[in-house]
């Protein structure tokens, strides 16, 4: 008897269950297999301006005499929702551990061209042609500063040599400088701000003689005008990054080289500046082209959002999807 009561308790048991579970499998079996598109169904009334979505009445005014446009089925893929002009992958949900993605505009990289011809892909070639011309001004002069502080500041091969150990550390802090600022006024504006700046520097050591047989003027700034000049070429490299394909990367990174053979090929031409007309003229000239360098520059403005966006990295993005 026993052993039978246990055998009905079981066979219980086990209706209990089965019921349980054919509940359980019931609202999913009505519900139906879910699609990989939904459709959005929208109508906007032309009289009122109204918009109604997804089967709401209208009001009584459009259902008397307001003439609609007819319903439009718009197919959204499932997977990635779209919330506030940025793209969200579904699977993060609303506090998801998934990388987060792009804007949207990033995902839509392709601009309208600038005065006619300039897009995005130009971006690269500005860039290498603006250091061209850097280079070789730079060139000019950068290898003769010693001579000059040494012959016209009539400074000691010592005292050079420490503001020469001086000149890397106030360049590590300008480039943070350089970064904070492009956080907030953008990385092509901080660029074409220092370096302004610094050609303005220069030509201000060109036109004050005076200043050049006073150490405590000249020293500070040189350092200062150097530190300027060269704090901006980690952002611009992150723009070349940004906006070159992983595979010519190496190429676009060989025209360095180019540019410091520029440096020794321009070094020629400052040598003789200085040996037949003085620092001063040197100093002009090379202010002058550098100059040139920061016109090119200003094409980026147009070309490269404030807010940084990595080009490359939302084209392969949408190569993944």
């Known amino acids: 008897q026993q052993q039978q ?7 219980q048991q086990q209706q209990k269950g089965a019921s349980a579970a054919a509940a359980a499998e019931g609202p999913l079996q009505a519900s139906g297999p879910t ?11 032309i009289s009122t ?55 949207q505009d990033a995902l839509l990289p392709a601009r309208e061209p600038v005065l006619g011809c300039l897009t995005p892909a130009a971006i690269p070639y500005i860039l290498a ?17 010693p001579i000059f502080f040494r012959t016209e500041a009539k400074l000691s091969p010592s005292n050079v040599s420490l503001m020469y150990t001086a000149i890397p550390l106030a360049l590590s802090s300008m480039a943070l400088v350089a970064q904070r600022e492009a956080h907030f006024i953008g990385r092509v ?14 030509l201000f050591i060109a036109t004050h003689t005076g200043l050049w047989t006073v150490p405590a003027a000249i020293v500070p700034l040189y350092i200062c005008r150097t530190s300027i000049m060269n704090a901006q070429y980690p952002i611009q490299r992150s723009i070349l990054m940004d906006y070159v394909p992983k595979a010519t990367r190496a190429r676009w990174a060989s025209v ?10 321009s070094a020629a031409v400052g040598g003789f500046l200085i040996e037949r007309y003085g620092f001063q003229t040197t100093f002009f000239v090379t202010a002058s082209m550098q100059l040139v ?29």
């Not at 360095?256 to 090929?265: D, L």
């Open 129 to 145: 042609m603006t250091d061209c011309c850097m280079g070789l001004a730079s060139g000019m002069t950068i290898k003769f500063f």
């Open 293 to 321: 360098g920061w016109l090119c520059s200003l094409l980026l403005l147009p070309l490269v959002p404030r807010k940084a966006v990595s080009v490359v990295a939302a084209q392969e993005q949408q190569q993944g999807r």
């Open 189 to 202: 504006q901080t660029i074409v701000t220092n370096r302004l700046i610094g050609i303005t520097l220069l």
């Open 49 to 103: 301006g109204v918009d109604t979505r997804g089967g709401q009445e209208q009001p009584a005014c459009e259902q008397a005499g307001g003439t609609q446009a007819p319903h439009h089925a718009v197919t959204v893929p499932a997977g990635p929702a779209y919330e506030g002009g940025q793209v969200r992958d579904a699977s993060q949900g609303e506090g998801g551990s998934g990388q987060p993605q792009l804007p």
């Open 35 to 45: 699609s990989s598109t939904h459709e959005i169904s929208t109508s906007h009334d």
């Open 256 to 265: 360095e080289s180019v540019t410091q053979f520029g440096w020794s090929g």
């Open 5 to 11: 009561q246990q055998e009905q308790q079981q066979e």
